[in-house]
């Protein structure tokens, strides 16, 4: 079983075999896996590399890498299951110094002895700094070729023994039970419906036990490849981190990007709305204005009070003269004062202008009105006769009593 989250940041990594030919020569066999579809892909680098300037000219620029190391300084021995890790050492090397190697273990479920793959750590830390100092993200560092029995479970189940660049590594079931040296031809072997050739074995190997849920990484604890890999496992966290926030970002700046133009195309609308009918705001102010100065006028004349002048108005229509006319009858008329320039209402008076034939007439008339009871008093302005009418015009004011 693989865990993908591994490769959250890149969907590559690149599996190294670093096989030591001799004290001066590395010979270096490279796999790059992917994730394509949700599957993995493996993409073998077929030429021969033999140092590090070649390497990174091969391997895509920011992608992690896990190691593989075999040949000359990598001792391979069987032990008893029943010593510690500390006296494994002892066992195969009994005049070794403490934490001066370092080592990765097999155990064979059906055998009561098990396999050490073992290498100085002067020889660790040089190899693993060398691809430090180049820049590359070192994540895991395997020591021999224990790790192929990871991928041996989806390659052909019916060849029990494999040749790598190395070694000829036989099995019973998924147990290693030989390890010998092989300088042979590259053999290939089948994976799925792919072929993978015998030297590209532990290369790919390197990448899938990385993936892998059980891992047998080294037993040393060398402080710049576990500073790189936690480096890159903070980067996964934080990279992903960054991409969710962005992510969010870009949300809301898009809902914040379809409110403002949401409101901005009501804003501008009700702009229009209020430019067109601005003549009908400005005409509605003035007549609010307007409004409210006949209702102080009304108040400060009293004219808003309740009135009988309307009933009395119509008494005294009822007794005029059948010959006599009016033009005009006005409750209450109101005159201009041409020196304080305000209106003067003349309140409880009713003016009527009208003519008759008979002057007679007109002061019977005014006399009839004089003994009403709601009357105070009754004048007659601008009796005039005019001779072309045969008509005398005159001017009624009468006072109602408060």
């Given at each position: 079983?693989?865990?993908?989250?591994?490769?959250?940041?890149?969907?590559?990594?690149?599996?190294?075999?670093?096989n030591?030919?001799?004290?001066n020569?590395?010979?270096?066999?490279?796999v790059?896996?992917?994730?394509?579809?949700g599957?993995?892909?493996?993409?073998?680098?077929?030429?021969?590399?033999?140092?590090?300037?070649?390497l990174?000219?091969v391997?895509?620029?920011?992608?992690?890498?896990?190691?593989?190391?075999?040949?000359?300084?990598?001792?391979?021995?069987?032990y008893?299951n029943?010593?510690?890790?500390?006296?494994?050492?002892?066992?195969?090397?009994?005049?070794?110094?403490?934490?001066?190697?370092s080592?990765?273990?097999?155990?064979p479920?059906?055998?009561?002895?098990s396999?050490?793959?073992?290498?100085?750590?002067?020889?660790?830390?040089?190899?693993?700094?060398?691809?430090?100092?180049?820049?590359?993200?070192?994540?895991?560092?395997?020591?021999?070729?224990?790790?192929?029995?990871?991928l041996?479970i989806?390659?052909?189940?019916?060849?029990?023994?494999?040749?790598?660049?190395?070694?000829?590594?036989?099995?019973?079931?998924?147990?290693?039970?030989?390890?010998?040296?092989?300088?042979?031809?590259?053999?290939c072997?089948?994976?799925?419906?792919?072929?993978?050739?015998?030297?590209?074995?532990?290369?790919?190997?390197?990448?899938?036990?990385?993936?892998?849920?059980?891992?047998?990484?080294?037993?040393?604890?060398?402080?710049?490849?576990?500073?790189?890999?936690?480096?890159y496992?903070?980067?996964n966290?934080?990279?992903?981190?960054?991409?969710?926030g962005?992510?969010?970002?870009?949300?809301?700046?898009?809902?914040?990007?379809?409110?403002?133009?949401?409101?901005?195309?009501?804003?501008?609308?009700i702009?229009?709305?209020?430019?067109?009918?601005?003549?009908?705001?400005?005409k509605?102010?003035?007549?609010?204005?307007?409004?409210?100065?006949?209702?102080?006028?009304?108040?400060r004349?009293?004219?808003?009070?309740?009135?009988?002048?309307?009933?009395?108005?119509?008494i005294?229509?009822?007794?005029?003269?059948k010959?006599?006319?009016?033009?005009?009858?006005?409750?209450?008329?109101?005159?201009?004062?041409?020196?304080?320039?305000?209106?003067?209402?003349?309140k409880?008076?009713?003016?009527?202008?009208?003519?008759?034939?008979?002057?007679?007439?007109?002061?019977?008339?005014?006399?009839?009105l004089?003994e009403?009871?709601?009357?105070e008093?009754?004048?007659?302005?601008?009796?005039?006769?005019?001779?072309?009418?045969?008509?005398?015009?005159?001017?009624?004011?009468?006072?109602?009593?408060?």
């Amino acid at each position: 079983m693989t865990n993908l989250r591994n490769l959250i940041v890149h969907n590559q990594i690149a599996g190294i075999e670093v096989n030591f030919i001799s004290d001066n020569e590395i010979v270096y066999h490279v796999v790059i896996v992917k994730i394509q579809k949700g599957k993995l892909v493996s993409d073998p680098i077929e030429q021969e590399i033999r140092n590090i300037e070649q390497l990174l000219k091969v391997i895509p620029p920011n992608i992690p890498v896990c190691l593989t190391l075999t040949g000359k300084g990598v001792i391979i021995k069987k032990y008893q299951n029943n010593d510690d890790e500390e006296s494994i050492i002892k066992k195969i090397l009994p005049f070794a110094k403490d934490n001066e190697f370092s080592f990765n273990t097999h155990h064979p479920q059906k055998d009561e002895e098990s396999w050490a793959a073992i290498i100085r750590n002067e020889q660790l830390e040089k190899t693993s700094n060398s691809f430090l100092e180049a820049g590359l993200i070192v994540l895991d560092v395997f020591i021999g070729p224990f790790n192929l029995t990871e991928l041996k479970i989806i390659l052909d189940n019916s060849v029990s023994s494999y040749c790598t660049s190395s070694y000829q590594i036989d099995f019973s079931d998924n147990d290693i039970t030989r390890i010998d040296k092989y300088n042979g031809d590259d053999i290939c072997y089948y994976l799925s419906e792919e072929t993978v050739k015998g030297s590209q074995l532990l290369a790919l190997a390197s990448s899938f036990t990385h993936l892998s849920i059980n891992q047998c990484r080294t037993t040393s604890n060398i402080g710049s490849i576990v500073c790189s890999a936690n480096d890159y496992k903070t980067n996964n966290v934080i990279t992903l981190f960054m991409k969710t926030g962005v992510a969010l970002l870009f949300v809301l700046l898009t809902i914040n990007f379809l409110a403002y133009s949401h409101y901005s195309k009501k804003v501008d609308s009700i702009n229009l709305d209020v430019f067109q009918n601005r003549s009908l705001l400005k005409k509605e102010k003035e007549l609010k204005k307007e409004l409210a100065e006949k209702k102080q006028l009304l108040a400060r004349t009293g004219l808003d009070t309740k009135s009988h002048l309307a009933y009395y108005a119509d008494i005294v229509a009822s007794l005029r003269p059948k010959n006599m006319v009016f033009q005009e009858m006005i409750i209450n008329p109101v005159e201009v004062n041409q020196y304080k320039k305000n209106l003067i209402v003349q309140k409880n008076t009713i003016r009527i202008v009208g003519n008759s034939n008979s002057s007679l007439q007109i002061n019977n008339w005014v006399a009839v009105l004089g003994e009403l009871k709601f009357v105070e008093s009754v004048e007659l302005f601008d009796l005039k006769y005019s001779n072309s009418k045969k008509l005398t015009e005159f001017i009624l004011e009468i006072t109602i009593r408060s």
